[in-house]
């Protein structure tokens, strides 16, 4: 039997948190939560994921360099709630919140 595909995400807000956590495992996906970048960073280290879910924040490219050293095909999708353009090009792809349940999916 395949394994599901693993998400972390990464926001420093528990309810946004959550409820995209609850999305997504209903939709079929395991997920993984972090509230703050150490843990994200352990998380990591310490699993398979698929797709990392980043709130922007200043420390997310960091972040994102620290997941691609840990697992290097590691797809990042940042969120964001800030209008305009976000100069990000170690993101593979940028939401701009509020995210449609769809493109979410």
Same mark, same amino acid.
């Given at each position: 039997m395949r394994e599901k595909p693993a998400i972390l995400c990464? +926001?420093?807000e528990p309810v946004i948190l959550k409820? !995209?956590? =609850?999305? $997504?495992?209903v939709a079929g996906?395991? @997920? %993984?939560? *972090?509230g703050d970048s150490e843990d994200a %960073?352990?998380? %990591?280290a310490g699993r398979r !994921? +698929?797709? !990392? /879910? /980043? #709130?922007? @924040?200043?420390e997310a490219k /960091?972040? *994102?360099e620290r997941a691609r050293s840990v697992a290097p095909n590691v797809a990042m999708? $940042?969120?964001?709630g800030k209008a305009g353009e976000i100069n990000a090009p170690w993101a593979d792809m940028i939401l701009y919140?509020?995210?449609? =349940?769809? #493109? /979410? =999916?």
């Amino acid at each position: 039997m395949r394994e599901k595909p693993a998400i972390l995400c990464f +926001d420093y807000e528990p309810v946004i948190l959550k409820t !995209v956590a =609850l999305i $997504l495992g209903v939709a079929g996906y395991d @997920v %993984l939560t *972090a509230g703050d970048s150490e843990d994200a %960073l352990l998380k %990591l280290a310490g699993r398979r !994921v +698929d797709l !990392v /879910l /980043l #709130e922007a @924040v200043p420390e997310a490219k /960091l972040l *994102a360099e620290r997941a691609r050293s840990v697992a290097p095909n590691v797809a990042m999708l $940042l969120c964001t709630g800030k209008a305009g353009e976000i100069n990000a090009p170690w993101a593979d792809m940028i939401l701009y919140k509020p995210v449609p =349940l769809p #493109e /979410l =999916l």
